[in-house]
């Protein structure tokens, strides 16, 4: 990447990074801290923890749309007004319910499509999937960070001061957008990266698309189900709210460790294999997890299996999103993803909620592990296209019509899909690497 593309990913990853840390760091804490306000409610908790995910999945593909259309940076300032908006409510909040509202309010500045177009946009085709894989690896290190954070800034300022300070952090990354981010240096084809309505009820039905997006709902419901329950039980082990990141942390380097090996056995497996050995993963934990009373050591070794099998899936289905969506349409396969990912957050802290208040949070546990059994089955058939990769070829139909300049993409070894989009003057490609030619396909659409 050039100077411009560096300085493009970190000032976006940074933005990624400081607004994710503020939906997350509450995740950690919510659940011993909610119990100091006069209204509190087990499902008071469960919308605090997961209802940013309602907002997040409502207006994510919008948002991402509004943003061909006003632009990237008006719409992604836009999102962190919201944001810093729904932090200072949560943060001067007086009762559960605020909160909650506050929560929802952060979730309405949902954008990150608008962040991926615009990182679209101030790079080069060759180096675009570098930029989306540090933004990307960024979103994971702000959940880490968050989780470690999290009881260290509630142990110092309470709870309300993880919301002030992601909503001077917001603040912060409002002029970052403005002043440091470089303004766009071309437009990347839209497909890429937003969503299309007209391809969104094509791709909600596709059998292997629907398997990834109810997985990850499922997956991110599992995660907030355990963040609704697992702060209590450490808690009740006798270890201390503002002392839970010392568990957290070798916690999550150990099922880095445990990823790796994963993935490396994931390699010798059959297809869909690797991703049922992960889900198996978290319902050993959440069996574990049902009896409640146990060890702090037990609920360790419990979180590590969890994230192990979390981290696991979390790495490797946006990769199969990529991979199994046809050519043209990864913007808007994307989005509908993105949008069952948020809504599993909110499904998750809603049923824990209702769950653990007319019930009890045993049965949150007993929840989690029947989802992960039934789930299994969904990923038997779940499979991508090998080592495929995708190219944008601008068109010049001085060298014959979009058909028959399809016809002749078509024909090109290693090519597995072509989508021509006549509006755009852009012809999509989704390719095995090792057998496509790219300088034939270039001559062939007339790119110069």
Known sequence: MNKLEIKAAISLASIYVLRMLGLFMVMPVIAVLGQNFSDYSPMLVGLAIGGYGLTQAILQIPMGMLSDRIGRKPVIMGGLVMFVLGSWIAGSADSLMWVVIGRIVQGAGAIAGAVMALAGDVSR?????????????????????????????????????????????????????????????????????????????????????????????????????????????????????????????????????????????????????????????????FAGFIWLALPLSVLMGLGLLFFIGFNFLEANFPALVSSISPAGKKGSAMGIYASFQFFGAFLGGTLAGVINQELSGQL????????????????????????????????????????????????????????IILEEQTAYLKVEDQKFNLQQARQIAGET
């Not at 957290?248 to 010798?268: N, T, W």
């Not at 029947?370 to 058939?381: N, R």
């Not at 080592?387 to 399809?406: C, D, F």
């Open 125 to 285: 085709d060759s180096q675009r999937s570098k930029m989306m894989a540090v933004i990307g690896i960024s979103i994971g290190f702000s959940f880490y960070l968050a989780v470690i954070l999290g009881p260290i800034i509630t142990g110092a300022f309470g709870l309300s001061g993880i919301f002030y300070l992601t909503a001077i952090l917001g603040m912060l990354a409002i002029p970052l957008v403005y002043f440091v981010v470089p303004d766009a240096i071309n437009m990347a084809p839209s497909r890429d990266t937003l969503p299309i309505l007209s391809d969104l009820k094509s791709l909600v039905s596709d059998n292997q698309l629907i398997r990834l997006n109810v997985s990850v709902l499922l997956l991110h419901m599992m995660i907030t189900l355990l963040f609704t329950q697992l702060p209590g039980l450490i808690s009740q082990a006798g270890w201390p709210l503002a002392r839970h990141w010392e568990l957290y942390l070798p916690i999550l380097i150990l099922s880095v460790a445990g990823l790796v090996i994963l993935m490396s056995l994931s390699k010798r497996l059959p297809p869909g294999r690797p991703l049922q050995l992960a889900v198996m993963l978290l319902a050993l934990s």
């Open 364 to 419: 949150v546990f007993a929840l989690a592990l029947a989802v992960c059994l039934l789930w299994l089955p969904l990923l038997s058939g779940l499979h991508g296209s090998g080592r495929s990769k995708r190219y944008t070829l601008a068109l010049n139909l001085e060298h014959g019509t979009a058909q028959q300049i399809a016809q002749k993409l078509t024909a090109l070894s290693g090519v597995q899909d072509v989508t």
